[in-house]
């Protein structure tokens, strides 16, 4: 497979596309594969498990794909390994997911020196490197904090409320709270972070509790804190979506099933399911193609008006 010069490349494109889905192409042979190596978080929860998912259903051999995926556990150095190894193996392109913003220019230096381009999926990164990465394919975090902000704004005027932050410095934890901020800011109490996990949200709102008696209201960075946050609540003797009102982000079958059962009030989607757009893109990122600097995958929002059907279709 011939890899694409990043010379070809528009510098800045700044108008996000919504790519069509892929059409896979015609089976490859062995040979022509695309070689693709991916470093997933893996070890946070139902998004990232159907992340995957759909990330191993786009990039098959069938599809013309070779993938190297490299679970590594929602570590930096464990990221930082899994892209030199990708580099040693001459892959066409690298894809990842990188667990935090910062502290990536060492190795995306070495894989630019290498001429391998580089494709973020999902989270975003800061890095001063010049042509650092190719392109990136997610969500809008900070708009997706803009929706849960309004909702706020608008439902839960006066509302003291514990903002249940992601993983520290991650794209999606800056995005969502300066997006959620920027419009309710002055109403948050108090923030800490539960790491995304369900198990993290349970003992971060246990505690948060604690020290903020009076909160009303917690917005979570995610569904899996969001659930963690509805257990804590319950042990605590308060009532979820009635004492204290839960906001989320993602849209899992479980947030949607807790949303329609009155235990969360809105639920903000962040859709994980773009494993076909994402295999478009590295086809023509791999055949030295322009392609857009950032495709953002659309999501709606969910509040207690969601259907049965709604619940019942959701794939994750
Ligand atoms: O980066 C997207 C976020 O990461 C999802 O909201 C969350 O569930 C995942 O772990």
């Known amino acids: 497979m011939r890899r694409g010069g990043r010379g070809l490349l528009p510098a800045v494109l700044a108008v996000a596309v919504a790519l069509a889905p892929a059409a896979c192409g015609a089976p490859r042979e062995d040979g022509d594969a695309v070689r693709v190596g991916f470093s997933q978080l893996s070890a946070e929860g139902s998004w990232r498990a159907a992340n995957t998912a759909s990330v191993r259903a786009a990039l098959t051999p069938e599809h013309g794909f070779d993938l190297r995926l490299s679970e590594d556990e929602q570590k930096q150095e464990g990221q930082v390994a899994a892209l030199r190894r990708f580099i040693a193996e001459d892959v066409d392109v690298i894809a990842f ?20 381009p580089v494709v973020l999926v999902d989270r975003s990164i800061t890095t ?63 923030a800490a972070t539960g790491g995304f996990t369900r198990a993290g949200g349970r003992d971060v709102t246990a505690a948060a509790l604690e020290a903020w008696p009076g909160l009303d209201l917690v917005f979570a960075h995610n569904d899996d804190m969001a659930l963690g946050a509805v257990e804590a609540l319950r042990a605590a003797g308060r009532r979820p979506g009635v004492d204290v009102r839960v906001v989320s982000v993602d849209g899992t079958r479980d947030a949607l099933r807790a949303l329609a059962a009155g235990d969360l009030d809105l639920v903000v989607e962040c859709d994980p399911q773009f494993g076909d757009q994402l295999a478009r893109v590295l086809r023509r990122v791999a055949a030295g193609e322009d392609v857009p600097a950032s495709t953002t995958v659309p999501g709606g929002v969910f509040d207690r008006s969601v259907t049965a059907e709604q619940v019942a279709a959701r794939a994750y």
């Open 128 to 190: 001063a490197l010049p042509d650092a990465y190719v392109t990136r394919i997610g969500a809008d975090f900070r708009a997706e904090g803009r929706r849960a902000g309004r909702w706020v704004l608008r439902n839960a005027p006066g509302a003291e409320v514990f903002e249940l932050q992601g993983t520290l410095g991650s794209g999606a934890q800056v995005g969502r709270q300066e997006g959620f901020d920027a419009l309710v800011g002055d109403a948050v109490v108090g």
């Open 97 to 116: 997911s990188p667990v935090v913003e910062d502290g990536w220019d060492q190795v995306l230096r070495e894989a630019r020196d290498a001429g391998i």
